[in-house]
Each structure stands twice: as structure tokens, then as C-alpha cells.
């Protein structure tokens, strides 16, 4: 019984958003690739969204997908205390989340982070990889709404990067944790929440950590 409000207010914001957008369930079936039946029983409250099926909708729409998980139900909330947590005391969780779905042999670590970050550097320093920041990056707040503390912190290292304020070593590193945070299949996927958000959170750490260092 709990469940019902949440997902009727998914799909009555579903509804909503269809209508002012002049589309159709068919026609948010062929833009998703999620079949008509199942997109007609989550807006009827009939069968509850799963994460995957939020972010496809997110993306078709162009609505954030932050809005859609709290009106299906999912614990936005205990997810924003958990990235703002100490990076070490959110692995046992993240790990445990994993384990419940369907990448269950998927394993995370500080190290797979710090590894994706390294790679990013190089390619925060080449003129693909600063439009891929320039361009991408409010295209991504839009798309997140504003999931998690760490957000102003992305938007202070965008504007560091944007107006070239730092050294060449700390624009890279800089350049790094916004493309990490840019590029949605990361260590984690996005879509799969709560956590999906978390290593962009630990990237954001571990990335002043190092500017730390640097200065």
C-alpha cells in the first residue's frame, strides 16, 4: 500500500510531462525503446519504474532525473548523506548495492576511480577533451538536476577551468573530475541509484585531494 502514492505521482508528473511535450505512450515507447505496455503500466501505477527505465525517460524528456526518482519513491535523500560521507566509509555500501543488481560481478574501488581520473587528465588536456567540458557540462546539470553536495564544487571547478585559472597541472586534474562527472557510463553507471552518483562524489574528493597537493 505504501508504494501506490509514489508511483501514482510518477505518473501523474509522467502524464503531465507527455502532455505538454504533445506525446503520445506510443511515441515515448519508440524515442525510450521501452515497450508501450510497460510504460503504460508505470504510469497507471500498475508496475513500479526501475532505475534504468528513469533514466531513459530522463534523457528522452529532457526532464532531471532526480524529480523522477523522488516521485517514484527512490531514496534521493539517504543518497545525498551517503556522497557527502567519508570516501572510504561509502565502498562496503556501494559494493553491497552492486551485489543486489544485475552487475553483481562488478566490483568497486577507490583505485578503479583514481585509474579513470589518470586517463581523463590526458584528455582533459587535449582540444577534444576541453569542448567535451565546455559543451557538456551544464547539458549534464540539466540532466541531474542538483543530486548531491558535490555539485557546487563541480560548478567552482568549471569555472576555474572555463576561465583558465590555475596552472596547467591543476586545470588538468580539474579537467579530469569534470569529465568524470560529464561521461555517464563511468566506474558506476548513473542509472543505477542510489549509488550511481556516489563515485562522481568520490572523484570530486579525490580530485581536490590532489589540487591539495598541487598547490
Same mark, same amino acid.
Not at 33 to 37: Q, W
Given at each position: 500500500m505504501t508504494d501506490q502514492p509514489k508511483t501514482s505521482k510518477l505518473g501523474?508528473?509522467?502524464k503531465e510531462l507527455l502532455k505538454e511535450r504533445s506525446l503520445s505512450m506510443r511515441k515515448l515507447s519508440e524515442l525510450t $525503446?521501452?515497450?508501450?505496455?510497460t510504460i503504460s503500466r508505470i504510469i497507471n501505477g500498475k508496475r513500479k519504474a526501475n532505475?534504468?527505465?528513469l533514466q531513459k525517460i530522463a534523457d528522452c524528456l529532457e526532464y532531471p532525473i532526480t524529480d523522477l526518482f523522488v516521485a517514484a519513491g527512490y531514496p534521493v535523500e539517504q543518497s545525498q548523506e551517503q556522497q557527502s560521507s567519508d570516501i572510504h566509509s561509502s565502498?562496503?555500501?556501494i559494493q553491497r548495492v552492486l551485489e543486489s543488481t544485475e552487475l553483481n560481478?562488478?566490483?568497486f574501488s577507490i583505485e578503479l576511480v583514481e585509474q579513470q581520473l589518470a586517463k581523463y587528465q590526458q584528455y582533459a588536456e587535449t582540444d577534444e577533451g576541453k569542448e567535451t567540458i565546455l559543451t557538456g557540462f $551544464?547539458?549534464?546539470l540539466r540532466k541531474v538536476g542538483s543530486i548531491g553536495p558535490f555539485i557546487s564544487q563541480l560548478k567552482?571547478?568549471?569555472e576555474r577551468f572555463r576561465l583558465k585559472n590555475g596552472s596547467p597541472v591543476e586545470l588538468a586534474i580539474i579537467g579530469s573530475v569534470l569529465i568524470y562527472f560529464i561521461i555517464s557510463v563511468d566506474v558506476i553507471p548513473d542509472y543505477i541509484f542510489p549509488i550511481g552518483y556516489v563515485d562522481d562524489a568520490i572523484a570530486v574528493k579525490l580530485g581536490l585531494d590532489l589540487l591539495s597537493k598541487n598547490a
Open positions: 501523474l508528473l509522467l $525503446k521501452i515497450d508501450t505496455a532505475p534504468e527505465h565502498i562496503d555500501s560481478n562488478k566490483t $551544464k547539458k549534464k567552482e571547478m568549471f
